[in-house]
């Protein structure tokens, strides 16, 4: 097995004219987010939406809230982006005086859904038939004249962030966007970590039969990368397939796995250690089990010791079998810590 440095080509700098992230296995990170709300304001300012004699027409982008990133991680392409956008609009019937004005509120642009299934509000000011007229319109009509546009966001963020984040190899060509595996985060394929149900009836107040859970596990990876997985919310989007809330900080709370796992981080040595409270959706309410991360980089591999407190004896197994399935398991396919040479 070869130690790093000696032979593992991760880490050969010579294999990379650059010497820059050897073989794309790092993880980097490009800040998409201002280039992302230009694009989105030119596909959506001024977009022209016309059908049987109703005009209408998109005014104003009045609000981009959000951020877009593109990461890449052994070569292959994971985007995140989450955007709340506010749009005007008028439009006009076929006959009628007076333009009718309204808004466009798109609140979940992201990962979390297919853009056929993103949530849009068309809103009037005013009343009236004409006016109800021309909403329905951008109900019906304006709304996939929209989506179409957000689906070209999406399309030309991908093309323009898989430039230079795969790198070539000694020898090799520049890698051409048309040739990047390129994966989401997998939102639309979503992990829900099974729930744990007790045969046994709790009731508040009773005293919680509890028990410990030991685990170790090694991973071929750095001990701050690890640590990273664990911490960075775009990391832990990758691994969990899904929307994540967290503060990595101390008394920063975190939820996962659609809220079924919740909690707060408790201490936090970076590259070394990490202490939670951490409970399940199903358990009593307000049990917190205590995690404790031990890191621990060795020559070839870095070693995670995992000890959890305070776990209800009926559900020791189901969790067990949750931490080696939804985390363990799935950073080594996300990150390609489990590829041992």
């Known amino acids: 097995m070869a130690k ?22 790092h993880w980097t ?10 694009r989105l304001k030119e596909l ?25 990133t593109a990461n890449n991680r052994k070569g292959k392409l994971i985007f995140f982006y989450e955007w709340d956008i506010k749009l005007k609009w008028e439009g006009l019937l076929a006959g009628a005086k007076d333009k009718v004005k309204g808004e466009v509120h798109i609140p979940n642009l992201s990962e979390e859904n297919d853009v056929s299934e993103v949530d849009m509000t068309v809103t009037i000011k005013g009343s009236g038939d004409e006016a109800q007229r021309v909403k329905a319109f951008m109900h019906n009509v304006g709304r996939d004249e929209i989506r179409k546009q957000l689906k070209e966001y999406i399309r030309s963020l991908k093309e323009e962030f898989s430039k230079g984040l ?36 709790t009731q508040i107040g009773c005293k919680l039969d509890t028990k410990t859970i030991e685990l170790s596990e090694s991973f071929q990876c750095r001990a701050q990368e690890f640590y990273d997985a664990m911490t960075r919310i775009e990391m832990v989007t990758a691994f969990t397939q899904g929307h994540v809330k967290m503060e ?34 199903q358990w009593p309410d307000q049990h917190f089990s205590e995690v404790t991360f031990n890191i621990e980089e060795k020559d070839d591999h870095t070693l995670v010791t995992l000890k959890q407190d305070l776990v209800p004896a009926a559900d020791v197994d189901q969790t067990r079998e949750n931490w080696k399935r939804y985390y363990f398991d799935s950073i080594k396919r996300a990150f390609g810590f489990g590829a041992f040479l």
């Open 166 to 201: 795969i790198l070539p190899k000694k020898g090799e060509a520049p890698v051409k966007p048309d040739n990047v595996s390129t994966i989401t985060s997998g939102f639309n394929k979503k992990i829900n970590m099974e729930p744990v149900t007790s045969t046994q009836n």
């Open 4 to 25: 790093w440095g000696e032979g593992d080509p991760r880490w050969i700098v010579e294999e990379r004219p650059d010497a820059t992230n050897v073989n794309n296995w």
């Open 248 to 281: 990595a900080e101390k008394g920063g709370k975190f939820s996962l796995f659609g809220g079924n796992v919740s909690g707060e981080f408790r201490e936090l040595v970076p590259g070394k250690k990490i202490v939670q409270y951490w409970r399940y959706k």
């Open 29 to 38: 990170e490009k800040n998409a987010g201002p280039w992302s709300k230009d």
């Open 44 to 68: 959506l300012n001024n977009l022209k939406i016309a059908q049987n004699g109703i005009d209408c027409k998109i005014t104003e982008v009045e609000k981009i809230d959000g951020e877009a």
